[in-house]
T-cell receptor
């Protein structure tokens, strides 16, 4: 069964600083990986996804993530954080095949606080 | 529609009552998913629809939970005899295609509070 671990429950950064949110996954085949963001009271918005090709993926809002198969990781990065980036971030792995086709397994989320 | 629409946005119900949560997916999206987001539990998969059928309902926590989808569009999640542990945000998502390599579009959720 697939699983996702986000080791950091809460991260605080200063506005303008760089950001890296960690994600480790467990999956028996080639994973499909996603990062979502959730602002308070809102649904989840897709930031970026990886399923093949270039291991460095660019997303919306200036985010990027790098897939490292050897480390089973898919960390999210942003070079300069804006106050509007404060939100909760979820990493997810997608299942493929069988009756779980399309089901996503999510990590517990990382809450990002941005100080002015 | 332009996005995934869920109603109501908030629901407060008494323990033991039945509730119905509605999801209106993006027009033409054949795949529809229900998730539950609870404090301390993260996002839990409940059920997946492809068209009107549900090939994967493995996440439904008990037989008090059921869901249906009609016309390949609107879906209703029903919780019978609600319990306090059912309090959570129920999220619906849809996708144009099935497959683990396609991200979903989520609705804003229904916040259910059982008192």
């Amino acid at each position: 069964a697939q699983s996702v671990t986000q080791p950091d429950i809460h991260i605080t950064v200063s506005e303008g600083a760089s950001l890296e949110l960690r994600c480790n996954y467990s999956y028996g085949a080639t994973p499909y990986l996603f990062w979502y963001v959730q602002s308070p009271g809102q649904g989840l918005q897709l930031l970026l996804k990886y399923f093949s090709g270039d291991t460095l993926v660019q997303g919306i809002k200036g985010f990027e993530a790098e897939f490292k198969r050897s480390q089973s990781s898919f960390n999210l990065r942003k070079p300069s954080v804006h106050w509007s980036d404060a939100a909760e971030y979820f990493c997810a792995v997608g299942a493929d095949g069988g009756t779980s086709y399309g089901k996503l397994t999510f990590g517990q989320g990382t809450i990002l606080t941005v100080h002015p | 529609g332009a996005g995934v629409s869920q109603s109501p946005s908030n629901k407060v119900t008494e323990k033991g009552k039945d509730v119905e949560l509605r999801c209106d997916p993006i027009s033409g999206h054949t795949a529809l998913y229900w998730y539950r987001q609870s404090l301390g539990q993260g996002l839990e998969f409940l059920i997946y629809f492809q068209g009107n059928s549900a090939p994967d309902k493995s996440g439904l926590p008990s037989d008090r939970f059921s869901a249906e989808r009609t016309g390949g569009s609107v879906s209703t999640l029903t919780i019978q005899r609600t319990q306090q542990e059912d309090s959570a945000v129920y999220l619906c998502a849809s996708s144009a295609r099935t497959g683990g390599n396609h991200g979903y579009t989520f609705g804003s959720g229904t916040r259910l509070t059982v008192v």
